[in-house]
């Protein structure tokens, strides 16, 4: 098992920046694939940004060129780096894992609120 625990969340103006953690409770080396992914009123969760072992990433094409995720297993900590964020990056953010690639039981955090508005 896994414990996720997402901070940094909060309000900011549009086009400032924030940068989110999800801090694991256990060492994330060995883990198959971690992700951001976030949910706004009355929509649908939607992957933001995910990371695999050897730091093979993808993200959201709303988000590409704006928002970073990376990993540092030295801390157990995932990061999402959001910059130029606009009012419709509002939602609450979720950090996931997935501990393998056959795995079928998978982690979330219990999510962080980001608000961009002026």
């Known amino acids: 098992q896994v414990q996720l625990v997402e901070s940094g969340g909060g309000l900011v103006q549009p086009g400032g920046s924030l940068r989110l953690s999800c801090a694991a409770s256990r060492s994330i080396f060995s883990i198959y694939a971690m992700a951001w992914y976030r949910q706004a009123p009355g929509k649908e969760r939607e992957l933001v940004a995910r990371?695999?072992?050897?730091?093979?990433?993808n993200y959201a094409d709303s988000v590409k060129g704006r928002f970073t995720i990376s990993r540092d297993n030295a801390n157990n900590t995932v990061y999402l780096q959001m910059n130029s964020l606009r009012p419709e990056d509002t939602a609450v953010y979720y950090c996931?894992?997935?501990?393998?690639?056959?795995?079928?039981?998978?982690?979330w955090g219990q999510g962080t609120q980001v608000t961009v508005s002026a």
């Open positions: 996931y894992a997935k501990p393998a690639i056959i795995s079928t039981t998978t982690y």
């Open positions: 990371i695999k072992k050897a730091d093979i990433t």
